[in-house]
Nanobody, 123 residues
Framework: EVQLVESGGGLVQAGGSLRLSCAAS????????IGWFRQAPGKEREGVSC????????YYADSVKGRFTISSDNAKNTVYLQMNRLKPEDTAVYYC????????????????WGKGTLVTVSS
C-alpha cells in the first residue's frame, strides 16, 4: 500500500528557509515521480515542483524558480523540497503526490497524496 507522509513545515519569517520531506512507503524509486503542490487560503491547489526518474528531470513553477530546489534520496525513499528566501505568498499547506504507475509529472495523473504540512511565512 502506497503511503506518503510530509514533514518539515512550520512558521518562519520572510527571507528564511525550510526543508520539506516526503517519505514514501510501498513504493519503488526505480521508476517514479513525486510532485509538490500547495494550497493557500482561499485559493485553488497549484503545482510547485516535481521530480521524475524518467531521464531524471525536475520541474518548477515560475513563482519558485531560483528559490526552491527539489531532490531525492532513493536509499531513504524520500523526496525533499528545499525552500529558500521564503515570502508571505508562499504560505500554504504543502502536499506531495505520486502516480500509481510510471514516472509522469502530469498533475492530473497523481493518484496518491499525503495529508499535507503547513508552511506559514510571516512578514
Amino acid at each position: 500500500e502506497v503511503q506518503l507522509v510530509e514533514s518539515g513545515g512550520g512558521l518562519v519569517q520572510a527571507g528564511g528557509s525550510l526543508r520539506l520531506s516526503c517519505a514514501a512507503s510501498g513504493f519503488t524509486f526505480d521508476d517514479y515521480a513525486i510532485g509538490w503542490f500547495r494550497q493557500a487560503p482561499g485559493k485553488e491547489r497549484e503545482g510547485v515542483s516535481c521530480i521524475s526518474s524518467g531521464v531524471v528531470s525536475t520541474y518548477y513553477a515560475d513563482s519558485v524558480k531560483g528559490r526552491f530546489t527539489i531532490s531525492s534520496d532513493n536509499a531513504k525513499n524520500t523526496v525533499y523540497l528545499q525552500m529558500n528566501r521564503l515570502k508571505p505568498e508562499d504560505t500554504a499547506v504543502y502536499y506531495c503526490a505520486a502516480p500509481e504507475y510510471g514516472s509522469s509529472c502530469s498533475p492530473l495523473g497523481m493518484d496518491f497524496w499525503g495529508k499535507g504540512t503547513l508552511v506559514t511565512v510571516s512578514s
